[in-house]
């Protein structure tokens, strides 16, 4: 199993990113992809999830409306396009996987404190670095 996270960067408040997340190794559609951050000194925390054999989606509140996630299953494929960033959006990001049917409803699971134990794959991380 693999997950490559690519996409990060430098950008100025304001600007955009789109991260990307390549994976190979499992059923695609059995999984949900989700982005994780985490800044310098902070706990790892959910961004963005994605249900790819239905295309749910669910967001953190802190980037409703600057973030969508999008999945294109013919190529395993979850990209996390960032919009109007801001300096606390300054993390690493990551990718993950989990088997759909593991996971609780998203907006209960973005209320757990455990919520990245709850998933199996990770790739390494992809600087996003947002200058003020």
């Known amino acids: 199993v693999q997950l490559q996270a690519s996409g990060g960067g430098l950008v100025q408040t304001g600007g955009s990113l789109r991260l990307s997340c390549a994976t190979s190794g499992f059923t695609f559609d059995d999984y949900t992809i989700a982005w994780f951050r985490q800044a310098p000194g902070k706990e790892r925390e959910g961004v963005s999830i994605i249900k790819s054999s239905d295309g749910t989606t669910y967001y953190a509140n802190s980037v409703r409306g600057r973030f969508t996630i999008l999945s294109d299953n013919a190529k395993n494929t979850v990209t996390l396009q960032m919009n109007s960033l801001k300096p606390e959006d300054t993390a690493d990001y990551y990718c993950?996987?989990?088997?759909?049917?593991?996971?609780?409803?998203?907006?209960?699971?973005?209320?757990?404190?455990?919520?990245?134990?709850?998933?199996?794959?990770w790739g390494k991380g992809t600087q996003v670095t947002v200058s003020s």
């Open positions: 993950a996987a989990a088997e759909s049917r593991s996971l609780p409803v998203f907006r209960l699971l973005f209320k757990t404190t455990t919520m990245p134990h709850l998933f199996d794959y």
